[in-house]
Nanobody, 128 residues
Framework: QMQLVESGGGLVQPGGSLRLSCAAS????????IGWFRQAPGKEREGVSC????????YYADSVKGRFTISRDSARNTVYLQMNGLKPEDTAVYYC?????????????????????WGKGTLVTVSS
């Protein structure tokens, strides 16, 4: 049974850091593009970052560029999102998603849809 499980969310003060994890079971993340998305209350979901399979190209939304870093740990079958310099506007539920097309690439900060598979999300709250 395939699963994507996000973890690492929580409450952090402005300027703080968190590392989100997207751990997979039942599928090998190396072969697929993995995206991180977020949805703030009352707002539409937006793409935050994406990492392609094979060439490991990475992409970031302008709002997080220079603060967030996406990475993949093949041994742990996990994709991370390191978030530094957090701002109150980063508050949202963060989701990871896989494009389950073998060898898939990111479409900028998005994944292609149609064979997408999502985790249930983890809440990040940035507040003093």
């Amino acid at each position: 049974q395939m699963q994507l499980v996000e973890s690492g969310g929580g409450l952090v003060q402005p300027g703080g850091s968190l590392r989100l994890s997207c751990a997979a079971s039942g599928l090998g993340l190396d072969y697929y593009a993995i995206g991180w998305f977020r949805q703030a209350p009352g707002k539409e979901r937006e793409g935050v970052s994406c990492i392609s399979s094979s060439d490991e190209s990475t992409y970031y939304a302008d709002s997080v560029k220079g603060r967030f870093t996406i990475s993949r740990d093949s041994a742990r079958n996990t994709v991370y999102l390191q978030m530094n310099g957090l701002k109150p506007e980063d508050t949202a539920v963060y989701y990871c998603a896989a494009d389950l097309t073998y060898g898939s690439k990111c479409r900028n900060v998005e994944i292609s849809y149609g064979k997408d598979y999502w985790g249930k999300g983890t809440l990040v709250t940035v507040s003093s």
